[in-house]
């Protein structure tokens, strides 16, 4: 009897990669939010500092307040696009999350069949193999 061989094999492997392509996306999107929230931090702690450097000052004149508060704008505008980069990610991360999920869901299904296909397989071969031993005895039982 031949040896066992799925014969989508090559569907297998396609998913299996599609499956890694995607946590290999969603661990990129993971890392690139983490990396907005970081910058968001650090950036909240210069402005922090820049404005206690400059309300414990004690020559704190008129052009250091308009520097500071054009700094201010500066921070509410960068630290505004930071936040909405990192919504985006986040919904981003979400559709990749069900991307993995789809990914994961067809890769297991096959599996699932190469199994159930294995199992008939030997289910099969043992059956031959019983038959032809059964064969074989009654031969060797009818020679003698």
Do not use: P
Not at 122 to 128: A, C, I
């Amino acid at each position: 009897m031949k040896q066992f061989s799925f014969k989508l094999d090559t569907a297998l492997k396609w998913r299996s990669a599609q499956k890694k392509t995607q946590e290999v996306l969603l661990q990129t999107l993971y890392r690139d939010q983490e990396l907005v929230g970081k910058q968001l931090l650090t950036l909240l702690a210069e402005y922090r500092r820049a404005e206690e450097t400059a309300r414990f000052s004690t020559s704190c004149g008129g052009a250091t307040l308009a520097a500071l508060s054009r700094y201010r704008l500066a921070y509410m505008k960068v630290s505004a696009n930071l936040t909405m980069r990192f919504n985006q990610l986040a919904i981003s991360i979400e559709k990749q999350k069900s991307a993995l999920r789809n990914a994961t869901r067809d890769y297991e299904l096959l599996v699932k069949l190469e199994d159930r296909e294995f199992r008939q397989w030997e289910t099969d071969y043992h059956r031959r193999v019983e038959s032809d031993a059964a064969e074989a005895f009654l031969m060797r039982w009818q020679r003698k």
